[in-house]
């Protein structure tokens, strides 16, 4: 029975052997190739090896399908590397091309102008294609240096640009304002504040996503940024100063998972909201503070957009307010100007604009000016008038600033300065007239006829009023006459405002 055994072997290490050929090189071998074992010791051997070489080959078969695997993916990655590097090819030309035609456009705009005040002027001057460019909105040659910002000129909008234009991850920690996040502008604030001034309108974008927290709780804010005079503000949208309008309510889907009990909820809602602040008097927004992350389920993060400036601000008003406002305006001339530095007065300045706004001697007043509009009245009696008190008239042949009211005789100075006054009369007895100032005597014109001849009587005077103060004609005895001639005017005029 082992002789069997034995004699069977053999016949299964060829089996075995071819098999593993076969299966290895797809051709099989010559059964005349394959000695015959001499033995149960030398057929083990046998066996053992051929096994071991069989392992050796399955091990080599899976790194060549590994090796081919791979060859596969760094084919396809090739591919891909081949068709970005086309794209990057024409990204490259194209950006050349259009770096040469901006350096043109800039160019050209610069031939024309130094440096322009805003990217408005610059649309102005026909430069058409958005892009980078330096402008100089507190003055030509003076003051800061021009700064560069991005000009979209389909609108003709002035970008000021900062350094957390990117979407920022808000730090995790629960408190009110505990996160806080500083902006810094590609521009001097004087820059800055220069360019306000002289546009329309100013806004400023901020986007606020969340996940999944609010940003109030009862009357508890946890947002708020901060203007550039450095107070807070909690309005998040439109001109609103000092109203608190929650940042929840520019938010979508935005729940308070502390009030929920749900922060740990791995489907807790998130939401995203987006405010556009306009008022230009906080802008630019220079800090931002945010809190209320309590849970470690809760993230949100912070976009803030370009300061955006559009449009002209008719500035200065006419007249002007300083020449700081003529420089924004445009002026560059040394001279003498007029300012409206009081209501209803121009005072004459001398401007220096070949100094800085600071400079002591930028802005000199030369002590002369003059009302904007004048204040003249001449009330007119074309009777006599014989009761003791004010002295009324008729109507006023003149009445420019509507100072004086004729039906009550009262004059009532509607600007600060000196003002001449002048009473005429007629009279055929002794009178005496009191021309006061807020009921108290000023000047008295007085006469004593004892012939009864008809006489013209006359007086003058300056008084320096303040608005509100009140001037009239008081009759103290005695009569005053016009004999239907127009004989009695009581006369007034602004001379020289303080």
Known sequence: MYVTKLRGLPSLFIVVLTASTECSFGNKLPFSSIPQPRSLADLEEKISTVMAKIEELAEGNARLKFDNSHLKLYNEQLKHDN???????????????????????????????????????????????????????DGVLRGDPPIKVFCEMETATTNVLHDSMESTEIDHCPDPGCYSRRITYDASIKQVHALIELSKSCEQQIRYNCYPTAQTTGDTNYAWWVDRHGDPQYYWNG????????????????????QS?????????????????TNSGALPITELRFGGLQSENQKANHTLGALM?????????????????????GHTRTGHYLISTKEGRLDVVLCRMDLEDTDVGFQ?????????????????????WSSVGIIPFYFAEVNIGNGMDPSS?????????????????????????????????????????ESNL?????????????????????????????????????????????
């Open 83 to 137: 068709i970005q590097l086309k794209i990057d090819n024409e990204y490259l030309k194209s950006h050349l091309e259009n770096t040469v035609e901006d350096r043109l456009q800039y160019l050209e705009a610069v031939t024309r102008q130094i440096v322009p005040p805003t990217c408005e002027t610059l649309a102005k001057l026909g430069v058409s294609r958005s892009g980078t460019y330096l402008v100089d909105p």
């Open 239 to 258: 001109p609103r100063e000092g109203e608190n309008i929650y940042i929840r309510d520019i938010i979508d889907d935005c729940v308070d998972c502390i």
């Open 309 to 329: 400036c559009r449009g002209h601000n008719n500035q200065p008003n006419h007249p002007a307010e300083s020449c700081s406002s003529l420089r924004r305006a």
């Open 454 to 498: 008809g006489q013209m009587l006359g007086q003058s005077i300056l008084l320096q009023l303040q608005i509100g103060d009140q001037v009239d004609l008081y009759l103290e005895r005695g009569a005053i006459q016009s004999l239907g001639t127009r004989g009695i005017h009581f006369v007034g005029y602004l001379l020289y405002l303080t």
């Open 364 to 384: 000199v007043y030369t002590g002369a000016s003059i009302a904007e509009e004048g204040v003249y009245f001449d009330a007119v009696r074309v009777d006599g």
């Open 409 to 449: 005789g009262i004059f009532t100075a509607p600007l600060d300065g000196i003002y001449a006054f002048h009473f005429h009369c007629m009279t055929h007895e002794t009178v005496q007239v009191l021309l006061r100032s807020n009921e108290v005597a000023k000047a008295t014109l007085f006469s004593e006829n």
């Open 261 to 277: 009990g749900n922060c740990d909820a791995e489907a807790s809602q998130g939401g995203s909201g987006l405010g556009t602040i």
